[in-house]
């Protein structure tokens, strides 16, 4: 019998909606993408992001410390707790009912609440980058800076918005009992969100208010699951060189050698297609045959079958 290919997929916020109602209308698509490639023979693990939906769940409980003052504060690590799990509930149940609607009927989908530790020394800890939550005026970032510490940036001219850590993701906590799953054959979801930032202390795992990128959350994901291939989708069917410029290039197949040059040469924004190549780049040269693939989300069956996306392999 033929192995079949493993695959992590790393969804986007495209693909996940900014609303409940949307989120509802969005896994339904986003499960007939996945399904197709069970149907090509893939083994699939999926993670997500959680831009939007940290964002609501965060104010949503500030709006709670509003109303009830003796409330306290929910630390982000909570927040990113129940997004997972809210955004899990919805993509397993799309999923199941995708797979059943096609007749297959022995594949248990299943979210695993993922914890991800990273170091509490990260130089991340010390130059929050990552923006949450919704626009706000001066004024109400000054106030929500007083009032909870928050470190409040202006945004693009767009208003202020509160930004986090970033710290690169070092160990998945509950990797073991993710591989067993996905060696008994079920289809996983897992690091939603890039998983809930936690830091060691002996024997205690305490939360950090963070975020973590879920591309590496993934990337080391597929790593530790010995996948054969990476997927991260995006709003974008290829990766380009020069992008919006007369000399833009769509990219098919690169090396790892080549997508490190096109990064030094600074040709990925940080903060958008950047940490898409640079996850892509650590999962392709940690083993030899490892491949990723960058592409639409409705293009992943094209992409695994080559037709489309852009490839970074060893070779």
Not at 241 to 262: F, H, M, R, V
């Amino acid at each position: 019998m033929t192995k079949k290919k493993r695959i992590v997929i790393a969804l986007g916020g495209n693909a996940l909606g900014n609303t409940l109602p949307e989120q509802m209308a969005a896994v339904k698509i986003t499960a007939r993408a996945i399904v197709d490639l069970i149907e090509e023979g893939c083994e699939v693990v999926v993670a997500h992001g959680n831009g939007p939906q940290v964002g609501m769940v965060n104010n949503a409980m500030i709006a709670l410390t509003h109303e009830e003052p003796e409330q306290p504060n929910t630390p982000l690590s909570v927040c990113v707790a129940m997004s997972q799990a809210y955004i899990g509930y919805d993509l397993q149940n799309a999923l199941r009912e995708e797979l059943l609607n096609r007749n297959i009927t022995d594949i248990p989908v299943a979210t695993m609440i993922t914890q991800v530790r990273v170091d509490e020394n990260d130089p991340a800890f010390k130059t929050p980058t990552k923006p949450i939550g919704k626009f706000l005026t001066k004024e109400q970032a000054d106030e929500m800076a007083a009032k909870y510490n928050y470190i409040m940036k202006e945004d693009a001219g767009r208003g202020y918005r509160r930004v986090v850590s970033s710290p690169k993701p070092q160990e998945i906590v509950e990797i073991g009992t993710i591989r067993t799953m996905v060696d008994s054959g079920d289809l996983v979801i897992a690091c939603g969100g890039g998983g809930i930032p936690v830091v060691r202390q002996g024997n205690h795992l305490r939360g950090a208010s963070a975020v973590i990128d879920k591309d590496f959350a993934s990337s080391l994901l597929a790593k530790e699951l010995d996948a054969d291939f990476l997927i991260i989708l995006t709003a974008v069917e290829k990766v380009a060189i020069n992008y919006g410029k007369p000399d833009e290039k769509w990219l098919d197949s690169i090396t790892i050698e080549e997508a490190k040059q096109y990064m030094s040469e600074g040709h990925f924004a940080p903060g958008s297609m950047l940490p898409k190549v640079q996850a892509a780049v650590e999962f392709a040269e940690s083993a030899p045959e490892r491949q990723a693939l960058i592409t639409l989300l409705e293009k992943a069956k094209d992409g695994i079958l080559g037709k489309t996306g852009t490839r970074i392999s060893q070779t």
